[in-house]
């Protein structure tokens, strides 16, 4: 599995053209935005969205920009995740995510150091990555994954509780994005 199989895989759950009433982003198509459409220069109408262009989009924006290529060099369940999280909530609560998760699981920072939760993957996210690995070997990342889709799912449920709007989307946000990476 690559990059590759991960987009394909996120425009096969999102689908094609929606233009959900409850749905804050509007127009979507392949699960690309008409905000982030606009923002990357596409003006065109979402329905006629190249896959070309929502692939590149997906690459660029969820996959190299925040850096999830390093955290596949130590863990691709990790980074798959992340980038399915990202595609969903956005690059910066995925990061987050993994940063907490991270703090969580170094037991009182007997095994590396606290991470400072700046939704940032930078140099020491990426080393308490590594020493989590080097501890817990590749089980761990079942474990770490564990706690990235929780605090994904309590997002989720409170994003319902503060909209009632949103709990059109919830039972999908469920179904298709706990576990789907």
Aim: glycine content about 10%.
């Amino acid at each position: 599995m690559d990059i590759d199989d991960l987009i394909a895989g996120v425009i096969a759950r999102e689908g094609g053209y929606s233009d959900h009433p409850a749905d804050r982003g509007g127009p979507t198509n392949m699960g690309i935005s008409q905000a982030v459409a606009r923002a990357n220069g596409y003006y065109g109408a979402m329905q006629a969205l190249p896959r070309t262009l929502a692939e590149s989009l997906y690459r660029r924006l969820y996959w190299d920009q925040p850096g999830y290529g390093f955290v596949a060099e130590t863990s691709w369940k990790i980074a798959a995740e992340l980038f399915d999280t990202a595609v969903n909530m956005g690059a910066a609560t995925a990061t987050g995510f993994l940063q907490r998760a991270l703090n969580a699981l170094n037991r009182n920072q007997q095994d590396y150091p606290d991470l400072k939760v700046d939704r940032l993957l930078g140099a020491r996210t990426l080393g308490a990555l590594r020493a989590f690995r080097a501890l817990r070997g590749a089980s761990g990342d079942a474990v770490l994954l564990k706690a990235i889709e929780a605090l994904q799912g309590e997002r989720y449920i409170a994003l319902a509780e503060s909209r009632p709007a949103n709990e059109a989307f919830l039972y999908g946000w469920l179904a298709n994005r706990i576990g789907s990476s």
